[in-house]
Structures are given as structure tokens and as C-alpha cells.
Nanobody, 121 residues
């Protein structure tokens, strides 16, 4: 099993910054891509950013230039640095990981429980 635990959410004023972390426990698994998604009340879950093992990244248009996704070298920790936050960024932010068992090719997607981000004055 792969377990993902997010942290770093909270209340921040518009224009402020937050740093989200996602720590993975992955005994017996290899993690390929990881990503951040978010879900606001009454809305569908949407992709925020992803990062592949090779380091290539993708971002939603709505966060491009304001958010940065990264993985800490040598650690199973995913980071989302968020700046210039807007009220519309308010959501539960969830981490996910595409993982496979050593020696296997079948990939399973795992999700964390999420961390709440509220952007409000």
C-alpha cells in the first residue's frame, strides 16, 4: 500500500503564500508521477499540478505562474508552493501518486485525505 499524508493548509489572506507538503509511505512500491488536485465545495475535483519521475511538470492554467510543484530530492515528499493566492483558490487540496509494485507494470493511483486551504480577508 501507498499512504499519502498532506499538511500545510490553513487560512491565508489574498495575495499571500502557503506551502503544502505530501509525505508518501511506499514500502514495496515505486512511485512514478505525483500530483496535486483540489476540490472546492460544490465543484468537481480538478487538477492543479503534476510532476513525473523525470521532473517534468504540468500546471492548470489557473495556477500557472503562481504555484510551483516539486519533489524533495531523495525523499518521498511532494511540495506545492503557492503564492499570490486568490479567494478562488479556496479548496481541499489532495495529493495523489501513481505507484506500482517492484517488478510489476500495473499502476494504481493512491490519494491522500486532503488539506484545507482558505483564502479570505
Amino acid at each position: 500500500q501507498v499512504q499519502l499524508v498532506e499538511s500545510g493548509g490553513g487560512l491565508v489572506q489574498p495575495g499571500g503564500s502557503l506551502r503544502l507538503s505530501c509525505t508518501a509511505s511506499r514500502s514495496g512500491f515505486i512511485i512514478d508521477a505525483m500530483g496535486w488536485y483540489r476540490q472546492a465545495p460544490g465543484k468537481q475535483r480538478e487538477l492543479v499540478a503534476t510532476i513525473a519521475n523525470g521532473g517534468s511538470t504540468t500546471y492548470a492554467d489557473s495556477v500557472q505562474g503562481r504555484f510551483t510543484i516539486s519533489r524533495e530530492p531523495g525523499k518521498d515528499t511532494l511540495i506545492l508552493q503557492m503564492s499570490s493566492l486568490k479567494p478562488e483558490d479556496t479548496a481541499v487540496y489532495l495529493c495523489n501518486a501513481d505507484a506500482r509494485r517492484y517488478g510489476r507494470s500495473s499502476i494504481t493511483t493512491y490519494w491522500g485525505q486532503g488539506t484545507q486551504v482558505i483564502v479570505s480577508s
